[in-house]
């Protein structure tokens, strides 16, 4: 496992995790990765579970990639559940499946509306069923809690255009310019002295940014397991390096799984790559 040159030494540089010492039961594997191509957008997506919380029956982080039929536009969603318990990982796995529902229903239903718009109608829909996912006799949870972040990303960018692009999150879990040699944060760091908000239940907190991109701009959402702290980021310089160009597959995993001073926490990204990068970065 890599790890980040700017980071210190740790204790125990080379600990591994354990295997699995419980019953001979299939168990989810310790990473996950998605990934592919909408019309001139490069998608990687992906999930690698924390060092120290391995082996274990989950990752509480989740990662989903998607794009419309036509090619006509890709979501991205990342969640953070809230928490160790099994129940925050289901919560999360439960939000970025229900986030893509959510959102392809209000864009079959009217595609004239603003990719804003339509991510902020999938956040409300998402808190609804996740709550009702969520609860038991009629109560929530308390451990079903998880941060969730949308980007909208239109499929085809003309050589030399732009577009248009929509990101909304409840949480903490960041979306990035990715620049070269450093993230560029989109929403940055969030007072976490009254907690982290989370869905089902602070759809009131929600965010959400419009912004212009570029033929050959890079779009990323992380869950703060793999990259938190705003533009003070110490990760940003290695994972931008990383991403300046869409990696294999397996490529993509170790920048998932980079060795990082935060050792128990689940890390998730999912990285678009809009239309002509290779021009870019020539």
Known sequence: MTDIPSIDIMSRPLQEPGLYQGDTIPIPPLMGYDGGQAGNVTVRAGWVAAERRR??????????????????????????????????????????????????????????????????????????????????????????????????????????????????????????????????????????SRGTPALPGHRHLFESRSLIMADGEVLALTTDGLAAGGAQERAAPFLADMWAAPPTPLDFLRSLSVRRDDRDDDRAAAVAWLGHYEIRNA
């Not at 959102?103 to 109608?121: C, G, M, P, V």
């Not at 239109?154 to 248009?164: E, F, K, L, Q, Y």
């Open 55 to 192: 082996p274990r029956d989950n990752c509480n982080d989740s990662v989903t990639v998607w794009a419309d039929p036509g090619q006509t536009v890709c979501l991205l969603a990342v969640a953070d559940g809230v928490g160790v318990e099994a129940r925050a990982g289901r919560a999360a796995r439960a939000a970025t499946a229900l986030a893509i529902q959510a959102f392809r229903a209000h864009w079959d239903e009217d595609r004239s509306r603003d990719l804003e718009t339509l991510i902020q109608l999938a956040f409300g829909d998402l808190d609804a069923s996740l709550h009702r996912q969520g609860s038991q006799g009629g109560s929530l949870h308390p451990a079903y809690r998880t941060t969730v972040t949308l980007a909208a990303v239109p499929a085809v960018v003309p050589p030399g255009g732009i577009v248009r692009v929509a990101v909304g999150r409840v949480g903490d879990s960041d979306a990035w310019l990715v620049r070269p040699g450093e993230l560029q944060p989109l929403f940055g760091t969030r007072d976490r």
